[in-house]
């Protein structure tokens, strides 16, 4: 042994150094080293079950938060679809409403051009009866003579009977 | 304004005379001038202008035909007036 290098005292030594740390250490301070592993690994796992508990919350909030954009994405698309049928119901009264007030205005004016026609053909009518009328005096004034203006009396004169 | 009754019954009575005299006139109108016997026998057709004094006219403006008028009564058998009736 002594060949390569080691001391046999010195091991026998180191070997009870050994055993009287192991022994002491055992004695004294094996267990409040234990209690500190012990804390030390109960802390961990506590630690380990709150970020457990954190990440669920975690997830849980994500999905509250993926939710209730879902739904106010939804709400937001009836109250769109809504407006938009507002809207166009909107627009059909109005169209309806202009289509209707157009026609009232053709059926005036078509109303006004007749009465506006008629009155016109009957003041035509008039003219036409008046020149008639002058035309016919001016030539009887100048193709009756007196002896026809007395057989004219006659005949009154006859058919008074 | 109080008139005079005196004043009062003497224009009622001159109004009255007027009156009466204007309807005694029958006015004749032809677009000629007629004879007697025309005027008699026109006015032998409107007895109820019986014993008026005739007065007769001449407007051509009638055409033809004639107007008896007496006072406020006219029969007009005109033929400027038949004209009229058909304008």
Redesign the interface.
């Known amino acids: 042994m002594e060949n390569i290098g080691v001391d046999m005292r010195l091991l026998v030594a180191q070997l009870v150094n050994f055993v009287l740390f192991v022994v002491l250490f055992k004695m004294l301070a094996a267990k409040p080293f234990m209690k500190v592993l012990a804390d030390e690994k109960r802390k961990d796992e506590e630690r380990k079950k709150l970020a457990t508990i954190i990440e669920d919350q975690k997830h849980a909030a994500e999905e509250a938060k993926v939710k209730m954009q879902e739904e106010m994405k939804a709400k937001l698309d009836e109250s769109l679809a809504l407006a938009r049928e507002q809207a166009e119901h909107t627009k059909k009264e109005l169209l309806a409403q202009a289509k209707r007030e157009s026609e009232e205005l053709v059926r005036k004016a078509n109303a006004q051009i007749e009465e506006e026609k008629r009155a016109l053909e009957q003041s035509y009518r008039?003219k036409v009866?008046?020149a008639s009328?002058v035309t016919?005096?001016g030539v009887?004034?100048d193709y009756?003579t007196?002896d026809?203006?007395?057989k004219?009396?006659e005949r009154?004169?006859t058919n008074?009977n | 304004m109080k008139l005079d009754p005196a004043l009062k019954q003497q224009l009622k009575n001159q109004l009255e005379r007027e009156l009466k005299e204007a309807r005694r006139v029958v006015k004749l109108t032809l677009a000629y001038t007629p004879s007697e016997e025309e005027v008699k026998a026109i006015m032998a057709r409107f007895p109820q202008f019986a014993g008026g004094r005739v007065v007769v006219e001449k407007d051509e403006s009638i055409i033809s035909g004639f107007i008896v008028s007496c006072g406020s009564k006219v029969i007009d058998l005109s033929i400027k007036s038949q004209l009229n009736t058909i304008r």
């Open positions: 008039e009866v008046k009328t016919v005096e009887l004034k009756l007196e026809m203006q007395k004219v009396t009154i004169l008074l």
